[in-house]
C-alpha cells in the first residue's frame, strides 16, 4: 500500500510539473512579446518620430529589424537544442535579449535601434525551437492542444499587456524607462526556469524514438515534404496577420481612428486578450474531440481553417465608417484566429518525427518570422503609397486566403515524411502529390 501510494505521489508531482513548465514557457513568452512588441509604442508618438527624424519606411523598417536575426537563426537554434538539449541554451537566449531590451534607453540614432533590435532577435530566435521540443516530448497527442495552448496565450498576453504597459510607462515617466524597466525585469523569470526545468529532453527523445520504430528521416526528405511546404505557407499566413496588428495596428487606432494613447493601449489589450482566450478554449476543445476518437489531423486542420476565416473579417472593419464597428472587427478578426493557434502548431507535432521537431519548428518559425519582417515593411510600404490602411488590410486578406488553401491541399497525413518510406516513395509524394498511401498511425 505504502509503495502504491508513493508511486500514485510520484506520478502526480511529475504531472504537476509539467503544467507548471508550461506555465514558466508562458510567462516566458509574455516577456519575449513584451520585449519585442515595446517599440511599436514609441514609434506611433509624434516626439519620438521627430527625435530620430523617422519617416513611414523607416519605421517599417524598425518594426522589422527584429526579425532579420530572429528570422535567420531559427533553424540554427533548431539544431542546438536538438543537439545540447533546452534547459542553458533558452537561459542563454533569455539573458540576452533582456540586456538587449533594456540597452535601448542608451541609443541615440536609428542606426543603433536597429542594431538593439537585431540583437533582441539573437537572444528570442532560441525560444520557439525549444520550446516546442520540451512540449514534443513531455505531452502525447491528446494532451498537447491544450498545453501548446496555454503556452501560446503567452504570445497573445505579452502584446495585450506589453502595448498598454509600454504606454503607461511612457506616459509616466518616458521611453527609455520603459526599456529599462522591461529588459531588467524580465531577467526574474531565469529562477524558475533553472529550478523547475530539467535537461532530460534528450532521454524523452530516445524514448520517442523506439516507440517510431528507431529508424531515422533525413532531414532533406522532411524538408521537401508537402505538409512542410504547406506548414511553412500556413505558419507565415498566420504570423503575418499578428505581426501586422502587432506593429501597426497602435499606429491605426491612433491614426485612422483617432484614439488617444490610453484608448489604443486598451483596444490592443481587447484583441490579443481575445485571442489568448480563444486560444486556450480552441486548443481544449480539439484535444476533447480527438479523446473522443476523432482524427488528430482532420480536427485541428479543420478549427485552423475556421479561425482563418473569421481573420479575415477584418476587411469589414477597414472599410467600416463607423468607429464602433471598425473597433469591433478589430477585436473580433484577431480573437478568432485564436482558434487556429494552438492547432497549426499541434499538427506539425503531429505529422513530424519526434527527433527533429526542434529543427522543423525551426523551420516553421522562420516562416513566422519571415511574416515579422514582411508585414511592417510592407504595410508602411502601401500605407505610404496610397495614403489609407484599407490596402495593407486588404493584403491581409490574400494572405489569409493562400494559408486557408495550404490546409486544404498541402497539409494532409498521407503526405507526412515516414522512417517506412523508401526514396521513391517519398519522391513521388513530394513531387506529384497524387495516389497518396495509406495514411499513417498518429503518433503519440
Known sequence: ?????????????????????????????????????????????????????????????????????????????????????????????????????????????????????????????IVVPASYRWIRHHFVERERGLAIALYMTGTKIGPAIGTPLAAFLIARYDWRFMFVLIGLGGMIWLVPWLVLVKNDDRQAEQAAAKKEGGKTIPFARILASPVTLGTIIASFSYMYFVYFCMTWMPAYFMERRHLGLGKMGLFVFFSFGGMAIVATVGGWAADFLIGRGHNPVSVRKCFTIVGFSVACTELIGA????????????????????????????????????????????????????????????????????????????????????GVLSYLFLVKEEYAPTAGDDDSQAKRRTVTLHLPSTPQATRN
Not at 469591433?328 to 527527433?355: C, D, E, H, K, R
Not at 521537431?357 to 516562416?367: E, F, L
Not at 515579422?372 to 490596402?391: D, F, H, M, R, S
Request: glycine share 8%.
Open 1 to 125: 500500500m505504502n509503495s502504491s501510494g508513493s508511486t500514485m505521489s510520484t506520478v502526480d508531482e511529475k504531472n504537476l510539473n509539467r503544467w507548471m513548465i508550461i506555465g514558466v514557457l508562458s510567462v516566458g513568452m509574455i516577456v519575449a512579446y513584451v520585449s519585442r512588441s515595446a517599440i511599436s509604442v514609441p514609434l506611433a508618438m509624434p516626439a519620438f518620430i521627430k527625435t530620430f527624424h523617422l519617416s513611414l519606411t523607416d519605421r517599417g523598417v524598425l518594426n522589422s529589424a527584429f526579425f532579420w536575426t530572429y528570422a535567420l537563426l531559427q533553424i540554427p537554434a533548431g539544431f542546438v537544442v536538438d543537439r545540447y538539449g533546452i534547459k542553458f541554451p533558452y537561459f542563454l537566449g533569455f539573458a540576452i535579449w533582456c540586456l538587449a531590451s533594456a540597452s535601448t534607453a542608451l541609443t541615440r540614432s536609428m542606426p543603433e535601434l536597429i542594431f538593439v533590435q537585431v540583437l533582441l532577435g539573437v537572444g528570442q530566435s
Open 319 to 402: 472599410r467600416a465608417t463607423s468607429l464602433d464597428t471598425a473597433l469591433l472587427f478589430a477585436v473580433v478578426s484577431l480573437s478568432g484566429l485564436g482558434l487556429a493557434t494552438a492547432n497549426y502548431w499541434a499538427i506539425t507535432q503531429t505529422l513530424m518525427p519526434a527527433a527533429v521537431i526542434g529543427r522543423i519548428s525551426g523551420v516553421q518559425n522562420c516562416a513566422c518570422s519571415f511574416a515579422g519582417i514582411v508585414a511592417p515593411i510592407l504595410t508602411g510600404w502601401l500605407l505610404q503609397k496610397t495614403g489609407n490602411y484599407e490596402t495593407p488590410m486588404a493584403a491581409l486578406l490574400c494572405v489569409l486566403v493562400a
